[in-house]
């Protein structure tokens, strides 16, 4: 391409992080192209991560309700059986939709889709390998940098996607296997070990640390899942490090040492899903060619304003700071194009919800109870079960609770938590609290429909600055 031609801005990785800041910027009236190497637009969240996998959590919760729930609710149900080929289906419908949708908005938006791999040649260049073939060059006054993340792998397991998977292999398996291993007990292992747990498998979650969930999940809350979790069929060795893997014969198998030290133990599977987390995805992107180095762990430092030290070279998602979440990444590629166009930008990281979305749904926003006492902070507690909610009992969905932090001087809400149906749905009300400053007693005294599960949101506030009406 000529001079003539720069682009204002050049996106590698047409992930959420990358389509959201492509939009934007075809939005704001930049000439703006975006190269994703995956032959599909939506990054991992579209094509393999949040939106299949919330297709398979939700029709496998179906599967199980009709399974296990139906005759209380005077339902009388025959044969029922998992055709799990037509459940993938479902998942990849879901997945071919939405991916379709977002070409159609580069298209409405005037966003260029080059379809290849993207690799730095100088700081305004971009030689890419096109997917069909050949090579081109752009060059770009701007550039982002919003490749994403990949799964870490376990030293001495190789994966193949069959027996030893990621999240990846485990939205596509082909059969429900008899005995599957989750490493990890963080939100991949959970939702997916819930998944196969649903659908059949006997699954042993083996976690590092004394809870479940990671460390943002709050204790109350991770314990009381933990509880749910194992009600519907779910192992879990906590405080149990997985050391060794052996994927040499027909059984995978592990080994297991307490975390403090002490009592080897092997388990075998079928299957033994590796889900220790993500770390930031560089690979052949050509860094080296414009000095940019990561940090110690794979991420690309960037300033408050998401530039790297090359000033015209800024990254937003999973690939640098900050949660690994679809929503930080989208917010980050609105805020980053602004940052350009405008100056200024706009992104809450005090106010970004977490949700798993097993059943029932986990989801919290703001500090914990272990995060406020870290930091002595002076703060009351107040919650309600769903037990005591009207809607949740006549739903017969009542198992979880709300909980509220707010500050014990000026009843600032610090913190959301909850486990609880549609959980997801409700830290939205949460988020927002929190970033409007709001006190519990702000939603204690707002009006909530009754009856909805959210009367149990604003029962909370109530318990929290005084007390609740219904419990
Ligand atoms: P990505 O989505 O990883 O996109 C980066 C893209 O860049 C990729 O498509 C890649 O192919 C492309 N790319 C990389 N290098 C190059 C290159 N050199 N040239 C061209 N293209 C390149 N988050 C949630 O908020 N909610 C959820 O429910 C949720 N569920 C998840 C479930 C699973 C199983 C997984 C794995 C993740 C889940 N996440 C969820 C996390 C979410 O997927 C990520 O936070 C999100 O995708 C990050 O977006 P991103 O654009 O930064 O990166
Ligand atoms: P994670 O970081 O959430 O959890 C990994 C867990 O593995 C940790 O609890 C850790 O203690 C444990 N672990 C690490 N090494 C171990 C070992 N050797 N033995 C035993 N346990 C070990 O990572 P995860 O679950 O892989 O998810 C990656 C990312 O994807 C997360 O950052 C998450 O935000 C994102 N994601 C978000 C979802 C959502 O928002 N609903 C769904 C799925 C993923």
């Known amino acids: ?39 599909s637009l939506g990054g991992t969240c579209l094509n393999v ?16 309700q009709i399974l296990h729930d139906t005759k209380n609710r005077g339902i009388e149900v025959g044969d029922v059986k998992l055709n799990l080929g037509n459940m993938m289906k479902a998942k990849d419908t879901s997945v071919s939709g939405l991916t ?17 791999t993207g690799a730095f040649k100088d700081e305004h260049t971009i030689a890419v390998n096109l997917i069909d073939g050949g090579e081109t060059e752009v060059r ?31 939205i596509a398996l082909q059969e429900v296997p008899k005995k599957m291993i989750v490493i990890g007990g963080g939100i991949i292992g959970l939702e997916m070990g819930s998944v196969w747990a649903r659908l059949g498998a006997e699954v042993t979650v083996v ?49 297991t040492e307490a975390a403090k030290g002490g009592k080897e133990e092997t388990l075998d599977a079928d299957v033994v899903l ?17 000095g940019l180095e990561t940090d110690n762990r794979g991420r690309i430092e960037i300033d408050n304003e998401y530039r790297t030290k090359i000033p015209h070279i800024r990254s937003i998602g999973d690939v640098t700071f900050g949660p690994m979440l679809a929503h930080k990444a ?10 350009l166009t405008k100056g200024t930008g706009h992104v809450n990281y ?39 909610n009207s809607r949740a009992k006549t739903n017969l969905d009542t198992e979880g609770l709300v909980k509220f932090l707010s500050d014990a001087k000026t009843d600032r809400i610090l913190g959301i938590h909850i486990v609880g149906p549609n959980a997801g749905e409700m830290i939205a009300e949460g988020t927002l609290a929190i970033e409007y400053g709001a006190s519990s007693e702000d939603i204690a005294r707002t009006s909530h429909a009754h009856p909805t599960l959210s009367e149990a949101f604003k029962e909370a506030a109530m318990a929290t600055y005084d007390k609740a009406i219904h419990y």
């Not at 994403?148 to 485990?170: C, M, Q, W, Y």
Request: charged share 20%; hydrophobic share 40%; with cysteine.
């Open 274 to 290: 590796v889900a220790i987390g993500r770390r930031p995805y560089t690979y052949g992107l050509g860094l080296d060619n414009i």
């Open 330 to 339: 989208e917010e980050e590629g609105v805020a980053a194009v602004e940052y």
């Open 350 to 388: 005090g106010a970004i919800p977490s949700v798993m979305y097993t059943h029932p749904e986990v989801a919290w926003v703001g500090q914990n109870e272990h995060e406020l006492k870290a930091a002595n902070v002076k703060y009351n507690v107040g919650s309600f079960p769903f037990s005591a």
């Open 1 to 39: 391409a000529s001079e003539a031609e720069d682009k204002d801005l050049v996106i590698i990785g047409g992930g959420v992080a990358g389509y959201v800041a492509a939009i934007k910027a075809g939005q704001s009236g930049l000439k703006v192209a975006c190269i994703e190497k995956r032959g």
């Open 49 to 64: 991560g949040c939106i299949p996998s919330k297709s398979l959590l939700n029709n496998s919760h179906l599967y199980h």
């Open 207 to 255: 976690e590092f640390m004394g809870q479940i969930g990671g460390p943002g999940m709050d204790a109350e809350i991770a314990k009381l899942t933990q509880k749910l979790l194992s009600k519907q069929g779910m192992k879990f060795k906590l405080n149990t490090k997985v050391t060794k893997g052996d994927d040499s014969s027909d059984v995978v198998s592990i080994t």
């Open 140 to 170: 770009a006054k701007n550039i982002f940098i919003a490749t994403g993340s990949e799964a870490t792998p376990f030293p001495g397991l190789t994966i193949d996607e069959k027996r030893v998977i990621t999240s990846t292999g485990a």
């Open 100 to 116: 379709k949708g977002i070409e159609f908005l580069f298209k409405k938006n005037n966003v260029e889709y080059i379809k290849g």
